[in-house]
């Protein structure tokens, strides 16, 4: 298959080369073990694939299938050819554990070995042997040392299977094929008995046909072709990929915790998972996956998966090892994985770790194998025990000798009760009889017991010295939960894990299904703080994380450029969510919500004057958004712009078209449409039309009004700038009554810093006597605002700021501002707090490098390079890059 004219690597654009209208991975199985030495993680994954036949799959499971519309042709056979510039000096697999060596033989890892030392260019040893007319299974992939492929045969187990050999419309495939696409269509109600299935397939030798799968990697995609097989019809149905991570891999960010100790983790890169596993990204590509991961017995592995992990020791290795799956399809790029020496967050902490010391991993179970040599229990395939009878906090083994204690892994069940919640719904007026139109899989929005659980089990983790911290996260999560189940209706996910990632994770928060990791910047900077307002940024957050289980998980973009879907939806919900958690009043909420729309508008009117107009536009691809190749390759624009990874206009022209659309239909007609759509649409893709012409629909009155597709596109989504109803609506929201209260107290620091001005230095001034208002801490964040455009303050004016509101003791968004004006009137005597800024709140920093560079003040700029030799090790790579580019 030739690499399609517009897939140039020269450009910011990712590719996803992945041919979906090919053939489809159905259900992924990794084994992998993690390597803290190395920093690496090696093993296998099991691809279970199934043959497109017209643009569509034989068996349309999950959304979106097979529905790329406008293609250009392009030859169905072939190999990709590398355009990329070849890295020379990569290393080799370096040492293969025995496992693996077993697994693919001595020979086949040489050869391996010495086509990897070409870096980006690596293949199987007979790969020229094959032909251009064989078929060519494309697979994203990248910073990957692939060591073998082979076809899983597993036609042994076939017949003691339970699965029928043969079904209608597959009798003239072959019996593995028939068998491995019976698997693949088995109904969602017998799903444990599918993933053990899928787990024993996964663990058949390779086949010894002497027909072996040969393979070609370049910078971007892994080929795989068998030598006569020219259709995918022909195809193997399983094939099992050997390889190894590399350090410095795009997909995983190996790194130290807030406690000086080793972890790993899926931190969201622009290129998703293609450096952890070979697997299609493209989102059409909905699958199923399961995973056995090994770990040092002391560390915590957290993953996307539908049951708490209860691991038990490996034999050979004497790690743990941890299982996890997921029942709903969903794309690749929603895999998460966590490695490290976490606790779990309780109530009450333990004395042994109120000292900092941390000397076993009370997370789950740890049960000795029990089965036969071979042979797995369900325990051990992640299938055997309910989330029900983990939370009991059963004794277990540690791992260590004598060493038994209760599971601190046990999750949250707050009662509503406890927190303080209402249990009025305010928007039972919809109905809420579901009618699914995804494809067959076991479906919480069906389950009555799913509706009524307003508060689904948590747990928190993260380091040592952030568990006091951390509780506020541990307290605030069941009013979040239940504050969005009382918004949107039943929780897509049966349960939650917030991680409190490294200080190098790059944004506040990012949320994936089951787990959410969330920033050490939205941790309040305070011993203690003034009720609510200590808890605005930590509360809105995570209700912005948990919206994503809706919008962005449950609900995804069929085409990635399109990220307004995911993120202005969550930024518009995370204020009703967090409003309801608060148990405002509707003024308050007005009130509250108009606040944060002025800081949202002068971010992006700010934001829009300082970038490019070409990464202003919502919908960059116009009337070509979802539209792909032949094959179903595509390309994501600017994906890899490393401009655009700090860039907030999804988040926030998206969120201000929700409040126009908002405004034309009345608020909460508007939250209950949300619910609707939810309904409708839930387990599948969707493009923005799916979302305006439902909208257009339920209120047809929009139309009348000259509100048509045409003119939503066209005002908001086409095109870069703002619109003419956001600058007449932000004049509204200068005036309201909070930020006028704002405004007031603006005016008493300018009068003080004025009246500073002309005094002789050594003369003793008394200071005037002036009543400063209390403020929340969004008018807090105004306030350092609107002072940060006066020309000129007073030392002493910016001093008394910091002692009167305690600032470097705010909230991130707070000392963000904060900082700002400490650089902008080089008040020395705060530098201390601008430096701890950049440590410790990477996630918010990367523009206050510039701020310190522009002044040109030799005593900042020192200070610039200072902070980023501290951090410059463990900083995300898209940051690193930024502020090198600045500071160096």
């Not at 030859?75 to 693996?100: C, I, N, Q, S, Y």
């Not at 606790?343 to 179970?365: F, H, M, N, W």
């Not at 800081?599 to 934001?607: A, G, H, K, Q």
């Not at 650089?823 to 490098?849: N, P, R």
């Amino acid at each position: 298959m030739e690499p399609d004219g517009d897939l140039n690597p020269d450009t910011d654009d990712l590719p996803l080369r992945a041919n979906t209208n090919h053939i489809l991975v159905r259900h992924y199985v990794l084994d992998l073990t993690v390597h803290f030495g190395r920093k690496v993680i090696s093993g296998s994954v099991v691809l279970f694939l199934e043959p497109c036949s017209g643009g569509e799959t034989e068996d349309d499971v999950g959304p979106g299938a097979g529905e790329g519309a406008g293609r250009t042709q392009e030859r169905a056979g072939g190999r990709l050819k590398d355009e990329d510039t070849v890295e020379k000096g990569a290393k080799g697999l370096g040492k293969t554990p025995a496992r693996m060596e077993e697994m693919f033989g001595a020979g086949e890892r040489h050869r391996a070995e010495v086509a990897s030392e070409t870096g980006n260019i690596q293949s199987s040893h007979l790969w020229e042997t094959t032909s251009e007319d064989d078929f060519t299974l494309v697979l994203d992939c990248c910073d990957l040392d692939v060591s073998k492929v082979e076809e899983v045969d597993f036609t042994s187990m076939s017949a003691t299977s339970g699965v029928s050999p043969e079904r209608s419309g597959v009798g003239s495939v072959n019996s593995q094929a028939a068998f491995t696409q019976n698997l693949i269509s088995m109904a969602s109600s017998r799903w444990r008995q599918k993933h053990q299935l899928f787990s024993s397939c996964s663990r058949a030798p390779g086949a010894q046909d002497g027909s072996s799968l040969h393979f070609y990697r370049d910078r971007w995609s892994l080929q795989v072709r068998k030598k006569g097989v020219v259709s995918p019809q022909e195809f193997p149905r399983a094939l099992r990929i050997c390889y190894e991570t590399r350090p410095t891999g795009g997909s995983v960010r190996w790194t130290q915790d807030q406690d000086n100790r080793v972890c790993v983790y899926t931190a969201g890169s622009p290129i998703n998972n293609r450096a952890l596993f070979p697997c299609q990204e493209p989102p059409v590509a909905m699958s199923t996956w399961q995973a056995t991961v090994r770990a040092p017995s002391e560390c915590v592995v957290l993953m996307s998966g539908e049951e708490q992990s209860v691991p038990f020791e490996d034999g050979h290795t004497h790690y743990l090892m941890w299982n996890y799956y997921v029942t709903m399809p969903m794309p690749a790029s929603t895999f998460t994985l966590a490695v490290g020496h976490w606790r779990q967050v309780t109530a009450e902490i333990p004395p042994e770790l109120e000292e900092g010391v941390s000397d076993r991993t009370d997370c789950g179970k740890t049960a000795k194998p029990g089965a036969g040599p071979g042979e797995r229990t369900e325990a051990e395939l992640g299938l055997g025990s309910s989330t029900g009878d983990v939370v009991k906090g059963t004794p277990f083994q540690t791992g260590r000798e004598d060493q038994t204690t209760r599971s601190d892994s046990a999750f949250c069940y707050s009662s509503l009760e406890d927190v303080g919640l209402s249990v009025t719904d305010y928007s039972g007026m919809v109905d809420d009889g579901i009618s699914c139109s995804h494809g067959d899989y076991p479906c919480r929005f069906t389950e009555r017991s799913a509706r009524s659980q307003r508060v689904i089990p948590h747990r928190v983790f993260g380091p040592v010295c952030l568990l006091h911290k951390a509780q506020r996260v541990l307290k605030l999560l069941p009013r979040c939960l239940a504050a969005a189940h009382t918004v949107l209706g039943v929780h897509p996910f049966s349960r939650l894990d917030v991680l409190i990632v490294p200080a190098g994770f790059s944004s506040l928060g990012m949320a994936s299904p089951h787990i959410i990791f969330l920033s050490q910047c939205v941790l309040y900077a305070g011993s203690s703080g003034p009720g609510e307002n200590s808890l605005s940024l930590c509360g809105s957050r995570m209700c912005h994380e948990i919206a994503h289980s809706w919008f962005g998980l449950v609900i995804g973009a069929k085409d990635w450029t399109e990220e307004w879907i995911s993120e202005g939806f969550a930024t518009y919900l995370e204020d009703i969510i967090w409003a309801q958690a608060q148990q405002l009043s509707l003024q308050e909420t007005a009130e509250q919500s108009d606040l944060k729309a002025l800081l949202r508008w002068r971010r992006l009117s700010d934001e829009l004057k300082n970038s490019e107009e070409v990464l202003q536009i919502l919908r960059p691809n116009m009337e070509n958004t979802g539209q792909v190749s032949e094959s179903g390759s595509s390309m994501v624009k600017h994906a890899l712009n490393p401009d655009k990874a700090f860039m907030q206009v999804h988040y926030l022209k998206g969120y201000f078209l929700l409040r126009f659309l908002a405004s034309q239909v009345g608020e909460q007609q508007f939250v209950d449409f949300f619910r609707l759509f939810v309904k409708k649409y839930h387990g599948q893709l969707i493009l923005s039309q799916d979302f305006l012409r439902l909208l257009l629909i339920t209120f047809p009155g929009m139309e009348r009004k000259g509100l048509t597709l045409s003119a939503i596109y066209a005002d908001w989504l086409d095109r870069p700038g703002i619109p003419e109803w956001l600058y007449e609506r932000s004049a509204v929201w200068s005036q309201t009554r909070l930020v006028e209260e704002v405004k007031a107290e603006v005016v008493k620091w300018i009068l003080l810093s004025q009246s500073h001005q002309g005094k002789g230095r050594k003369r003793k001034r008394i200071e005037p006597k002036v009543n400063y208002k209390e403020v929340t801490s969004e008018q807090l964040v105004m306030l350092l605002e609107l002072l940060l455009e006066e020309e000129e303050l007073s030392a002493s004016t910016v001093r008394a700021l910091q002692r009167t509101y305690d600032l470097q003791s705010q909230d991130a968004e707070v000392r963000h501002r904060w900082c700002e004006l400490v650089v902008k009137h080089a008040y020395s005597q705060a530098y201390g707090d601008v430096e701890h800024f950049l440590v410790h709140d990477q996630a918010m920093g990367v523009y206050l490098y510039g701020e310190l560079m522009v002044q040109e003040d030799p005593e900042q700029q020192a200070l610039a390079c200072r902070c980023l030799s501290l951090v410059q090790e463990e900083m995300d790579q898209s940051a690193r890059r930024v502020v090198e580019e600045m500071v160096l």
